[in-house]
């Protein structure tokens, strides 16, 4: 089945971090640029970062810049956001997409940055 | 940054009849390469979102054709021919013209009268 799980959210203090995972299966993980999203409450769905297939280009967004991280491991077939110094306005769910087009999606992992 | 604007924000339609969403990008999509990067997206209830049509018109794999997708330059727009019940969610348009910087607009709530 063609699928992203991510995992590795959770409540953390301000200043803090974590690290989360998205799992590929299904089609050729190191074919594709590979995206992070988030949705914080009651806002739209903002893009993180992105990286193309070799993890050899990284963007990320201003909002994050310096601080969160994105790579891939083509042969685990993962995509990671290494999330530091996380503020409160951090907390979203988090989404894997896959390419340009965000063709595909997992179900998002919920991360909480409060005292 | 591209802003993406939709209209209207929630749509209350009846089953069996048209709906369309209208999606207008702060600047042209139209990308040097000669492609428009706008796609749109559907979430329902409790689901991850899921890619329904990419540039502009195309259909994504499994996509009903009751889906279709129409525009240019800075205004686009969805329209569903017959809704059924299974469309309601929020549906999202989406730009990746300025590619690696991906924009959404702000979902279009779906549902029915």
């Known amino acids: 089945e063609v699928q992203l799980v991510e995992s590795g959210g959770g409540l953390v203090q301000p200043g803090g971090s974590l690290r989360l995972s998205c799992a590929a299966s299904?089609?050729?993980?190191?074919?594709?640029?590979m995206t992070w999203v988030r949705e914080a409450p009651g806002k739209r769905l903002e893009w993180v970062a992105n990286?193309?297939?070799?993890?050899?280009?990284?963007y990320h967004a201003d909002s994050v810049k310096g601080r969160f991280t994105i790579s891939r491991d083509n042969v685990e077939n993962s995509l990671y956001l290494q999330m530091n110094s996380l503020r409160a306005e951090d907390t979203a769910v988090y989404y894997c997409?896959?390419?340009?087009?965000?063709?595909?999606w997992g179900r998002g992992t919920l991360v909480t940055v409060s005292s | 940054d591209i802003v993406m604007t939709q209209t209207p924000l929630s749509s209350p339609v009846t089953l069996g009849q048209p709906a369309s969403i209208s999606c207008r990008s702060s600047?042209?999509?139209?990308?040097?390469?000669?492609?428009?990067?706008l796609s749109w997206l559907q979430r329902r209830p409790g689901q991850p979102p899921r890619l329904l049509i990419y540039?502009?018109?195309n259909r994504f794999s499994g996509v009903p054709d009751r889906f279709s997708g129409s525009g240019a330059g800075t205004d686009f727009t969805l329209e569903i021919s017959r809704v059924e019940a299974e469309d309601v969610g929020v549906y999202y348009c989406?730009?990746?013209?300025?590619?690696?910087?991906?924009?959404f607009g702000q979902g279009t709530k779906l549902e029915i009268k």
């Open positions: 540039k502009i018109s």
């Open positions: 990286i193309n297939h070799d993890g050899s280009e990284k």
């Open positions: 600047q042209s999509l139209l990308h040097s390469d000669g492609n428009t990067y």
């Open positions: 299904g089609f050729t993980f190191s074919n594709y640029w």
């Open positions: 989406v730009q990746a013209t300025q590619f690696p910087l991906v924009t």
């Open positions: 997409a896959r390419d340009r087009g965000v063709s595909l």
